[in-house]
């Protein structure tokens, strides 16, 4: 049974900064892909990140190029989201999700519950 599990959410001010985690078992963690999406209140899932299986490519969002850094770790089958000067408008529901390297959620096989990131001004 696969399972995504994130952690690191929770409440933040303006131009802080904040890592979250997400923790995979129960596939071959080293043949997927990962992203990250967020979904904020009303909003549809909205595309953050991603990293391909071996971590060598990267995609962001234009939104958070250049504040988010994304990482992988194959060892500990762990990938990461390192959020720098976060602004209130990233205040969602973050997801991590395995499958083929796509900015597409509906590409996308396995999903986490999602964490909450709340960005205060």
């Known amino acids: 049974q696969v399972q995504l599990v994130e952690s690191g959410g929770g409440l933040v001010q303006a131009g802080g900064s904040q890592k979250l985690s997400c923790a995979a078992s129960?596939?071959?963690?080293?043949?997927?892909?990962m992203a990250w999406f967020r979904q904020a209140p009303g909003k549809g899932r909205e595309f953050v990140s991603n990293?391909?299986?071996?971590?060598?490519?990267?995609t962001y969002a234009d939104s958070v190029k250049g504040r988010f850094t994304i990482s992988k770790d194959n060892d500990k089958n762990t990938v990461y989201l390192q959020m720098n000067s976060l602004k209130p408008e990233d205040t969602a529901v973050y997801y991590c999700?395995?499958?083929?390297?796509?900015?597409?959620?509906?590409?996308?096989?396995?999903w986490g519950q999602g964490t909450q990131v709340t960005v205060s001004s």
């Open positions: 129960g596939l071959t963690y080293s043949t997927y892909a």
């Open positions: 990293i391909n299986y071996a971590g060598s490519r990267t």
């Open positions: 999700a395995a499958g083929p390297f796509s900015t597409l959620h509906n590409a996308y096989r396995y």
